[in-house]
């Protein structure tokens, strides 16, 4: 049967709900309503309340409930109903979800899940991109799945990691996205990269939305005789290091894009770690390739001018290759 | 909401087994023997920073704490050493944390009573203390859904329960009715700021109103109505009745830290509820109902004393907290 992004994370959290009893969901008309983006659908009538649990309009409480339940031993998944809106619960993140490990030992196990990113006209508030504001803080982890297996795979891993876990799943992906899931499920271990395309020319390191447009610009380009490698992250924080590196040596030239914006965006920590790791390697310059350093804006022209397109990357990759 | 009478104890202790009211005095003791050691080993330069006082506000931490048990949790702030003592955790791990000891609860990663030990059902704090209120209730949520008759209790002070943290955690405890309780210690100053510019309402147990939870305003420096207080809420809270906001009427009696000579508090203040010290009101009520004499209280005493010196020599005894694995712990 195909199924869909979306679906791909529900069964995710279904079927590790029907595996785990201590494992619920938490958020914002997720339970009679199904979720803003219908990623809950269905679980109120299976699994009733309070595991579906419905809370107040309250990002603090919705965070703090799950660092709080997940310290006596639950394994909360938390809905943001947009990304945007967990800057409401910023502090309880960094400062207690994130430390709690270090400091005195206690296991934190939840799943922030974010629906991400532009594309869908949201504007300043419903289309962050939130990974760079979380990915410097140690002790979080941050995952983002561009293909229906990682979206299933990624949840599942999520879910069973003792850490707490920022799920961002793009919305752009939610329905365009389709492939058939394997009878069981999938494992995606977290901080392990998958080579979307093989390539010998340039390395383009993506994530998220754009690792979706950058095997269509890979394509292309191969008519043209350009062959380019497709590394898609997948998992933020573990980063897969070596993966980047291997390629990196192996084409010599890279381009790093994601949907976010480039200041402070994690394509400089990626940048960075090539220089210092793999200077001797690069035949050219790296190049980071992101949206402009705005808030999202909502119209349709303003919104495709801020955000990354396929014709970016392209000209990144084809600048890049004849350096 | 009408202004609530103040809660006091009863007059009459004998429906309480001696042990138990004589237990509140030794907890309390040990609690101000452990301030006093920490202080003192601050002057002595060994402390790794600086330390908070509960002084004056032991009766807050030891009644209040006595009202749970064993698989309830507790999230003490700051000053809340007595609840962390009270709660079975050993003087020597809270002396290790002081002191930055490896084999202390935070590894010297953390300091001060800044740490938790689930082992003893304890959640601890971070700096923003009143985000202890939604963790709590999620500890408390867990709970619920696990059908066990458990509660969580945490505290804030009147300074900390103005951030946002505080109306969400309230918020959402009432609505789920969980097994909750939030004890607000008013001890009147936030560093160096008054009650008076933190809220222009005349109280703030006022507030649980406005969540439809319970409330309720008590002596906090009188540990028997702090304990009952809070024991009836604990009731509720198992009965299904959902979370209470308490209020405690007490005093900080030294700065915020003990860096802080707090100048700014009125010398007439201080020596009011100088005489209303917790320690010194219980003892006189154990005197009075012939529970407590001079040779009892010198041998409390001097135990608590042998109880601090002896931890005091184990925790300077242990290994300061080095380079080693710093990044090995911070993911589970």
């Given at each position: 049967m195909t199924t869909n992004y979306i679906d791909a994370i529900r069964l995710a959290m279904r079927d590790e709900m029907r595996r785990d009893e201590n494992v619920y969901c938490i958020g914002e008309d997720i339970g009679t309503y199904g979720g803003a983006f219908r990623a809950t659908a269905g679980f109120l009538e299976e699994f009733g309340r309070p595991r579906i649990l419905d809370t107040p309009l309250s990002e603090i409480a919705i965070l703090g409930a799950s660092v709080g339940s997940a310290i006596m031993g639950m394994r909360p998944i938390a809905e943001m109903q947009f990304a945007d809106f967990i800057a409401n619960g910023f502090n309880m993140l960094v400062n207690f979800a994130a430390k709690v490990h270090y400091r005195w030992g206690a296991s934190c196990p939840m799943v922030v899940r974010l629906p991400t990113g532009g594309g869908t006209r949201g504007g300043p508030f419903h289309a962050t991109n939130p990974e760079a504001w979380f990915t410097r803080i140690p002790g979080l982890k941050v995952v983002s799945p561009a293909t229906v297996h990682d979206a299933y795979g990624l949840m599942r891993a999520a879910i069973r990691d003792d850490n707490p876990v920022l799920f961002l799943e793009h919305k752009f992906l939610y329905r365009r996205l389709k492939d058939v899931l394997p009878e069981g499920g999938i494992d995606t271990p977290l901080g392990v990269a998958r080579k979307a395309r093989e390539g010998s020319d340039v390395t383009l390191v993506t994530y998220g939305s754009m690792a979706y447009y950058a095997v269509e610009v890979a394509d292309a380009l191969a008519a043209e005789g350009v062959d380019v490698e497709v590394l898609?992250?997948?998992?933020?924080?573990?980063?897969d290091e070596a993966a980047i590196l291997e390629s990196v040596k192996k084409t010599n030239r890279v381009v790093i894009c994601h949907e976010d914006t480039v200041c402070g965006g994690f394509g400089g920590e990626i940048s960075a770690r090539i220089s210092e790791l793999a200077f001797e390697h690069l035949d050219a310059p790296i190049r980071r390739v992101g949206a402009?350093?705005?808030?999202v804006p909502h119209a349709p022209a303003l919104e495709d001018a801020f955000m990354p397109q396929p014709a970016d990357i392209r000209e990144a990759l084809l600048t890049t290759v004849h350096y | 909401m009408a202004i609530k009478m103040r809660k006091t104890g009863p007059k009459d202790l004998a429906k309480y087994e001696p042990e138990f009211l004589l237990g509140l005095y030794r907890d309390m003791l040990r609690t101000r023997a452990v301030d006093d050691r920490i202080e003192a080993l601050y002057k002595q330069a060994k402390l790794v920073a600086g330390c908070y006082s509960s002084r004056g506000q032991e009766g807050c931490s030891i009644g209040s704490t006595a009202a749970v048990g064993d698989g309830d949790v507790i999230g003490p702030m700051i000053r809340n050493l007595g609840s962390l003592l009270r709660k079975g955790l050993p003087i020597t791990m809270v002396l290790r944390n002081y002191l930055g000891r490896s084999t202390g609860p935070t590894k010297g990663r953390d300091g001060t009573s800044h740490f938790g030990a689930l082992e003893h059902g304890i959640i601890g704090p971070i700096s923003m203390l009143a985000s202890l209120i939604p963790v709590c209730a999620g500890a408390a949520l867990s709970f619920q859904m696990r059908g066990q008759n458990n509660v969580a209790l945490t505290w804030i002070g009147e300074g900390g329960s103005n951030v946002g943290d505080f109306h969400e955690g309230l918020n959402f405890a009432g609505v789920l009715k969980l097994p909750f309780v939030l004890v607000l210690e008013n001890n009147k100053y936030a560093y160096s700021t008054p009650v008076e510019f933190q809220t222009a309402a005349k109280t703030f147990y006022c507030r649980a109103e406005g969540y439809g939870i319970a409330a309720d305003y008590v002596d906090g420096n009188d540990v028997l109505a702090m304990y009952e207080t809070t024991r009836d809420a604990v009731a509720r809270a198992r009965n299904g009745d959902g979370p209470t906001l308490i209020e405690a009427d007490t005093m900080?009696?030294?700065?915020?830290?003990?860096?802080?000579?707090?100048?700014?508090?009125p010398t007439e203040l201080i020596k009011q509820w100088e005489k209303r010290d917790p320690i010194l009101l219980w003892g006189r009520r154990l005197r009075t109902a012939k529970l407590l004499d001079d040779d009892l209280d010198t041998q409390i005493i001097a135990e608590v004393k042998t109880e601090v010196d002896d931890a005091t020599d184990d925790a300077m005894s242990q290994p300061e907290a080095q380079p080693g694995n710093e990044l090995g712990e911070v993911f589970a």
């Open positions: 898609d992250l997948r998992s933020l924080i573990p980063l402009l350093d705005t808030p | 900080r009696m030294r700065g915020h830290a003990i860096h802080d000579d707090a100048k700014y508090v």
